[in-house]
């Protein structure tokens, strides 16, 4: 889930509310609640700031903002030479370079589903996004060991 494209839908600072204001609004079919109108169909146009008023914002319809959080990531890349030596006291040297979190193959959220979430038993289950930075970044190191 991600609140943060709810908080920014709302305020209309996101590409997704732009691009529906730029198109005239969010197509819709629904059926009218409430009023002198209700139960009968609407087709059509919905305007933008009506429909990110309604579903955006922290009050909002979290399921509009509820993302698929698959994602097929390069977790770790090593590789490494082993140098056989035969100097006093030293067998073999090995040398390696990793990488770990290379890139996505993969990913279907707008965001890594591999956050550290909010310890509370409602982030838990929901894991909303809101307006963290990333944890997981790109990390290289090397390594010499010596046999």
């Known amino acids: 889930m991600s609140v943060t494209q709810a908080v920014l839908d709302v305020y209309g600072d996101s590409k997704a509310s732009a691009d529906a204001r730029d198109k005239g609004g969010i197509s819709m079919n629904a059926t009218v609640s409430g009023g002198p109108n209700d139960g009968k169909k609407y087709g059509g146009l919905l305007p933008a ?22 994602a097929v990531r390069m977790r770790e890349l090593a590789v490494g030479y082993k140098i056989p030596l035969h100097v006093k006291g030293i067998t073999d040297l090995k040398f390696s370079l990793i990488g770990r979190n290379l890139f996505f193959f993969s990913k279907k959220a707008p965001f890594d589903p591999k956050f550290r979430w909010l310890p509370t ?17 790109r990390q290289f190191k090397s390594q010499l060991l010596i046999y």
């Open 121 to 137: 038993m409602v982030c838990r289950v929901l894991k909303p996004l809101a307006f963290l930075l990333p944890e997981h970044r």
């Open 49 to 70: 700031q009506q429909f990110y008023k309604a579903v955006g914002g922290r009050n909002g319809t979290a399921e509009y903002y509820m993302y698929d959080a698959t």
